[in-house]
Each structure stands twice: as structure tokens, then as C-alpha cells.
């Protein structure tokens, strides 16, 4: 298994890909006057385009959205969304770990 970065000739975007894109964007469409969480796990700076620009202009549009990013040592938040996010500056397996202790 291997990460799909846009880094080489390896990036799949395929047929399934365009589709699911299309299917993400009209459930964006139908849900962003909802509440809605977009929550960003690990997300860096390879290629921002793809999920945390979105993320961050989506809450930043959309009344009811909220923004949670958990990643160590690699966030960031406008600070027009600032009201609206929580950043968790810790290693992700360290987070799962507590939450399942709760669950």
C-alpha cells in the first residue's frame, strides 16, 4: 500500500476518482446550509488544494461549519475561521488512543 500524492505518475485519477469527486461535491451542495464538520487528520502541505484549502474556505463560507485539525506541529487557521476551528497540535495516534478509552 502507498499513499495517492500528486507528486509522480503514480496519482490515481481515474474514472472512480472523477466520481466520487462528483458525489463529495453534490453532497457539499446539499448539506452546506447544515451543520457540518470538516475535520482534517493529518493533512500537510503536499498538496493543500486538494483537502485543506477547501476545508478552509468552506468554513469560512458556510454559517454553520466547523473546522477540527488534528496534526502534530503542522497547522495553521485563518484567523477569519478562528472562532470556528479547533486545532489539536498532537500526533494522531496518540489522540485515537485516548478516545479509545472513552469509547
Not at 453534490?26 to 485543506?52: A, M, Q, R, S, Y
Not at 458556510?62 to 506541529?73: L, M, P, R, S
Request: with cysteine; aromatic share 16%.
Amino acid at each position: 500500500m502507498t499513499t495517492n500524492l500528486r507528486c509522480d505518475d503514480t496519482f490515481v485519477e481515474d474514472d472512480g476518482w472523477h466520481k466520487a469527486a462528483k458525489n463529495y461535491q453534490k453532497f457539499i451542495e446539499d448539506n452546506k446550509d447544515k451543520k457540518i464538520l470538516f475535520f482534517e487528520l493529518g493533512v500537510g502541505w503536499n498538496t493543500p488544494v486538494i483537502i485543506k484549502y477547501p476545508f478552509i474556505r468552506m468554513t469560512y463560507q458556510f454559517d454553520k461549519a466547523f473546522y477540527v485539525c488534528i496534526n502534530k506541529g503542522d497547522n495553521y487557521v485563518p484567523d477569519e475561521i478562528k472562532s470556528k476551528s479547533l486545532i489539536v497540535n498532537e500526533d494522531i495516534k496518540k489522540i485515537i488512543y485516548s478516545i479509545e478509552k472513552y469509547a
